[in-house]
């Protein structure tokens, strides 16, 4: 209770409490809250700068850790509270102490953006350099989080800008993944390399295409990225980009001659990710650049089956007119009309139809689009298979569409089915 009751009146910013409480009980100066936080660590989150002194002045134990690890000045550098941080070390505050996450007060100012109490961090001696547990720097949390003040505090005093974490990370793919195009611009000029790759492989430009950040992939290829640089899994920027569906990334990297037909290890392109991932804009932008539409993966997929298989029939239309073949199975077995019929895309069975597919056509040993649909209840699926020829005598394993439609309890396509089918088997 007296914990309690200590730390509402540092939250209050009561000194006459405060002191109050003091003088009953001097040990209450160091009583913690359940998180482990001491009266001076509440006041140094709160940003109560006479309570701090009160403290202090008290005695108050300016190491002390809380639950997370983290100091008093940890605590103050994290919520920008600079007029705190310079009591705490005026008071014997250790400047670089490591948290349980291996951070330093100064990583937790980079990660707030406090850049007047960074800068009396770095005048106090902090590490500059230190390296949380994820080998983190402090530089690389201010570039990640988009913090130029306090990147350039940090670079003025010497930092290394080509430090890597833990997995080969630096300030420059942090900056660069997070869109901070000004930062980015920033680290190149301090002589950030561009070509740096992490343990997967993946560049400062790879990360940008991943997220889209079209500005950011400008400023990187114009430093020199190879815009083909591909990661460890054979990834390429424009394949991560045309994942998204980033459509202004897509554009930037085909302009600095990226490899529109580059594929990875599975026979992945750009066009088969766009397609897969319903992502239009992409799959029409990269037609636009001449993406082989007939390209296929290693398993047989190719981007109409994908396009298909999501239902896109704005994709399926332009893989069609730009040479995509409308009847070629895919991973499945199955053609991209028995995908659609399947799944009840009948405006994607319409495109493939209008193309010129043939309603009945099908593998070998796999089952008519028109039974598919009647097996699922695509009842408007249905109507457009027969009125374009298709047979609703057709049969799979010796099952008919009729007899599917009525195993599954589909009323309404059973009777649809009866009228036109021939007298049902016994």
């Known amino acids: 209770m007296h914990s309690l009751t200590i730390h509402e009146a540092v939250i209050a910013g009561d000194c006459e409490k405060i002191s109050l409480l003091l003088a009953a009980d001097p040990t ?23 309570a701090v002194v009160l403290l202090l002045s008290h005695a108050a134990p300016v190491n002390r850790r809380d639950a997370r690890g983290m100091t ?7 919520k920008g509270h600079a007029e705190i941080a310079g009591l705490l070390l005026g008071a014997g505050a250790e400047v670089s102490a490591r948290d349980c996450s291996g951070r330093t007060p100064l990583h937790h100012a980079a990660a707030a953006g406090a850049a007047v109490t960074a800068r009396l961090l770095l005048d106090a001696g902090a590490a500059l350099d230190e390296a949380d547990e994820q080998g983190l720097t402090p530089l690389m949390v201010a570039a990640g989080s988009g913090h130029q ?21 630096g300030a420059l793919y942090f900056a660069a993944g997070a869109g901070h195009g000004a930062l980015v611009e920033f680290l190149l000029g301090k002589g950030a390399r561009v070509e740096a790759a992490t343990a997967s492989g993946a560049t400062p430009l790879w990360i940008a295409a991943r997220s889209g950040h079209a500005g950011v992939l400008r400023l990187l290829l114009a430093a020199g990225a190879v815009a083909d640089a591909r990661a460890l899994d054979g990834s390429t920027p424009l394949l991560q980009a045309s994942r998204g569906g980033f459509a202004e990334a897509i554009g930037v990297l ?3 001659g990226a490899e529109v037909n580059a594929a990875m290890p599975g026979g992945e392109t750009a066009l088969l990710a766009a397609a897969a991932a319903a992502q239009v804009e992409a799959v029409r ?5 001449s993406a082989d539409a007939s390209a296929r993966r290693n398993n047989g997929d190719g981007a109409l089956n994908l396009a298909a298989r999501v239902g896109s029939a704005r994709e399926v239309e332009m893989l069609l007119v730009n040479g995509a073949q409308g009847d070629i199975p895919g991973q499945s077995g199955l053609t991209p009309l028995q995908e659609a019929a399947l799944a009840g895309f009948a405006d994607v069975a319409g495109v493939l139809l209008d193309a010129g597919v043939a309603p009945d056509s099908r593998p070998e040993g796999t089952p008519p689009a028109l039974f598919l649909a009647a097996r699922e209840g695509y009842a408007d699926l249905a109507c457009l298979l027969l009125a374009r020829g298709a047979d609703p005598r057709g049969e799979w394993n010796g099952v008919t569409a ?3 439609a009525r195993q599954r309890g589909h009323e309404r396509m059973t009777r649809l089915l009866a009228q036109v089918a021939l007298p049902e088997k016994p």
């Open 402 to 404: 009729l007899d599917a």
């Open 28 to 50: 209450l100066v160091s009583l913690c809250d359940s998180g482990g936080a001491a009266p001076l660590h509440t006041a140094a989150f709160v940003g109560r700068t006479e």
């Open 254 to 256: 085909a302009s600095h």
């Open 72 to 78: 008093a000045l940890a605590v103050a550098a994290g």
């Open 149 to 169: 003040k306090v990147a350039e505090s940090l670079c003025e005093a010497g930092a290394a800008v080509n430090a890597a974490s833990r997995d080969g990370a």
């Open 285 to 289: 932008i990269l037609l636009s650049r």
